[in-house]
Each structure stands twice: as C-alpha cells, then as structure tokens.
C-alpha cells in the first residue's frame, strides 16, 4: 500500500464548476507536502507547498487544505477551465531521510468539458 | 529561455545497448534530480545531486549512473538496458533549502525494444 494514496483516480466535471482532489497520507512525521499540476506529455509544475503546521495555501483558483491530525489534504479548484485538465500530484516529504525520500501519489486525472 | 532542458525527447533503443540522457538547467540551481515515470505514472525519485553531494536512491540498479560535468549539468547514464527501463525521465532542479521549489524539465521517453 502506497503510503500516499488519491481519489478520485480520474473526475470529469463541466468548465466552470468546482472540485476537490484528495490526499490522505501515512508519512510520518512529514516536512511539507505538496500539490503538483502535470499536463499531458509535460514535467509536473508546483502549485502549492504547505509545512506540517500550516492548514491552507492558495494559487490563484487552487487552494490546498492540510489537516496533519487526520493525515489529510485536499486541493480544491474553483471555476474549473480547460486547461486545468491535467493530473494532479500529492506529495509528501518525511521529515528525515533527505531528498530521495519523497513520497508521490499516483494522482488524480482531471478531465474539464466544454 | 527554458529553465529545464532535457535531449532526447523520446529515445528507442534495444536491450543490451547503452544510453544517455541530458539535462541543463538555466536556473543557477545547486541541486538537480532525476525522476523516473513508470506506466502507472508513478513518479520516483532516483538521484539528487548537489556539487556536495550525491544522494542515490538505493532502489535504483547500479547500471544507472548520474554524471555532472558541472553544477548546470546532470546527464543520466544507462547501461545494459532491460524493457523495465522503459518508462518517462524527469530531470529537475531547486535550490538547496527545506521548502525548495522544483522545477521540471519535458521529461524523455526511453522505450526499450
């Protein structure tokens, strides 16, 4: 069992509504988690890093929540457009073991319709 | 002015053969990293490397090999190729600090026949 598991695996949703993607991790004690967007045949790109002690961050119409007591994180995205169609990664850092230790989620394919 | 470069796009080889894989980084970063991408769309860390220090990923089989000419530089060297090499390469980079942002390169697909 990874110990950074997605759901949805996939979602599709109409242009303009919102969604939520979730993260619910076993990694502990952990740096910092992350959220990355990765379009189809591209590298992933960063859209948000909380610390353990931190409970929200946002970008734009993404916004990341992390809730460290129940090892949950969630990345909502508010009026969806087309291009946010794309996998969404969860990633955890534990808090020893260095670089070679993150830890990726599978991800959420996000498909937005017209 | 792409931050991360990556030579090949796609790259087809056979078993047995010896490949390499490059990357650049026009960011003045201190530590890059190289990512493997299986057909589950896992991604896993293989390397990181800093001009301090080299970081292997100890799953990682030794006929992989990072070389770094210079701190802009960190090509990835495979020999003896299997099919279960075939996957998507990542390369990326950061700055050396705790919450570092990561920045990726297209990524190459390596297809072994």
């Known amino acids: 069992k990874n110990q950074v598991e997605q759901s949805p695996q996939s979602l599709i949703i109409l242009e303009g509504k919102n969604c939520t993607l979730q993260?619910?991790?076993?990694?502990?004690?952990?740096?910092?988690l992350r959220w990355y967007k990765q379009d189809t045949g591209r590298g992933p790109v960063s859209l948000t890093i909380m610390t353990f002690s931190e409970n929200t961050k946002s970008n734009g119409r993404y916004t990341a929540t992390l809730d460290a007591d129940t090892k949950q994180s969630s990345l909502h995205i508010t009026a969806s457009q087309l291009s946010d169609s794309a996998s969404y990664i969860c990633?955890?850092?534990?808090?020893?073991?260095?670089?070679?230790?993150?830890?990726f989620g599978a991800g959420t394919r996000l498909a937005v319709h017209p | 002015d792409t931050a991360v470069s990556q030579t090949p796009k796609y790259l087809v080889t056979q078993m047995g053969n010896d490949k390499s894989i490059k990357c650049e980084q026009n960011?003045?970063?201190?530590?890059m990293y190289w990512y493997k991408q299986d057909s589950k769309k896992f991604l896993k860390i293989m390397f990181s490397?800093?001009?301090?220090?080299?970081?292997i990923n100890e799953t990682v089989p030794n006929r992989f090999s990072p070389k770094s000419p210079d701190k802009a530089h960190l090509n990835l060297h495979i020999n003896s190729l299997e099919l279960g090499d075939s996957a998507v390469y990542f390369c990326?980079?950061?700055?050396?600090?705790?919450?570092?942002?990561?920045?990726f390169g297209p990524g190459t697909r390596l297809t072994v026949t």
């Open positions: 490397y800093n001009n301090k220090e080299l970081i």
């Open positions: 990633v955890v850092t534990p808090l020893s073991g260095g670089y070679n230790k993150l830890i």
């Open positions: 993260c619910n991790y076993t990694v502990s004690p952990f740096s910092n």
């Open positions: 990326a980079s950061s700055q050396e600090r705790l919450l570092y942002e990561q920045y």
């Open positions: 960011l003045g970063h201190d530590t």
